[in-house]
Nanobody, 114 residues
């Protein structure tokens, strides 16, 4: 059974930081390109970042470039998203998914307010 389980979300003040994790199992995580996507209240899904299986090739949407860092630990089948300088507009449910959007977690709520 494929599972993606996000954790690390929460409430943070503007300018703060959070680190999301996504524990993967049931598929070949270490050979899969992985993505983070988010959904803000009342909006559609927005792609945030992806990382290739080697862990070196990454890409970010322009609104998070320079503030977010995607990484992975293939030995432990875990994907990460380090988020810094958070803004109110980063408030969303964050999901990890594979390159083909075939597998999804239940999401982690990130709320930037204060």
């Amino acid at each position: 059974e494929v599972q993606l389980v996000e954790s690390g979300g929460g409430l943070v003040q503007p300018g703060g930081s959070l680190r999301l994790s996504c524990a993967a199992s049931g598929f070949a995580f270490n050979t899969s390109t992985m993505r983070w996507v988010r959904q803000s209240p009342g909006k559609g899904l927005e792609w945030v970042s992806w990382i290739k299986s080697d862990g070196f090739s990454t890409l970010y949407t322009s609104s998070v470039q320079g503030r977010f860092t995607i990484s992975r630990d293939n030995a432990n089948n875990t994907l990460f998203l380090q988020m810094r300088s958070l803004r109110s507009e980063d408030t969303a449910v964050y999901y990890c998914t594979d390159a083909d959007f075939q597998y999804w977690g239940k999401g982690a709520q990130v709320t930037v307010s204060g």
